[in-house]
């Protein structure tokens, strides 16, 4: 069965410093994979996806970047956050057609 | 733009009743419908899909109905349990992305 992984589970880093959220995936192959935010109080929102290696496609302009080093890892990193990066992240992976698979997310708090 | 919408932001169900959870959307494109049941602190779990082909899907306790017509689709969940109490998204599919409501908080009463 597929498991996914992302860590840390909380994380508070103070304005300016650089962020590094990994996630992997384990019983799948090329999964496109995801990164979504909530916000308090609000839904999830798309931030980056992959169906590749190497492959990475942005949907919300900000500070924070992607990548996807290996086929089962997806990165989300910043090189300087901001008060507003704070916020629940989470890394989900799926099929082509449908139903993603959620992680146990990361609770950041910038200060 | 907000593509998928859940316009009740709060549910409250007495245990053993119905709840049903409304979701509407505006693109046409969507092929694929789904609900989430998320917990404070935990990623979402998916709960039940439907195909835009389809205009029901069952599964137990839970029951998605789709009319693609009036761009609407909704959630019955019978009987409402304790354990029900969450946030409920809808999300709808296309091009590898899902679309998310904001997602409407249910709380089942003993």
């Known amino acids: 069965s597929q498991t996914i992984h992302q860590w840390p589970a909380t994380l508070v880093q103070p304005v300016g410093s650089p962020l590094s959220l990994e996630c992997t995936v384990e019983g799948t192959s090329n999964p496109n994979l995801y990164w979504y935010r909530q916000a308090a109080g609000r839904g999830l929102q798309l931030l980056f996806y992959s169906v590749g290696i190497g492959q990475i496609s942005s949907e919300v302009p900000q500070n924070l970047s992607a990548s996807r080093p290996q086929d089962r890892q997806f990165i989300l990193s910043s090189k300087k956050l901001l008060l507003s990066d704070s916020g629940f992240y989470l890394c989900?992976?799926?099929?082509?057609?449908?139903?993603?698979?959620f992680g146990p997310g990361t609770r950041l708090t910038v200060t | 733009d907000q593509q998928v919408k859940q316009n009740s932001p709060s549910l409250s169900v007495q245990e053993g009743r119905i709840s049903i959870l409304n979701c509407d959307y505006t693109n046409s494109m969507f092929d694929y419908f789904l609900w989430y049941k998320k917990y404070p602190a935990e990623g979402p779990t998916f709960l039940i899909s439907?195909?835009?082909?389809?205009d029901k899907n069952e599964d137990g306790r839970f029951t998605v109905f789709l009319n693609k017509s009036a761009k609407h689709l909704s959630l019955h969940i019978v009987p409402s349990q304790p354990g029900d109490s969450a946030v409920y998204f809808c999300a709808a599919y296309f091009d590898y992305k899902l679309s998310f409501g904001a997602g409407t908080t249910v709380t089942v009463r003993a």
């Open positions: 439907i195909s835009s082909i389809k």
């Open positions: 989900a992976w799926g099929e082509t057609g449908g139903e993603q698979y």
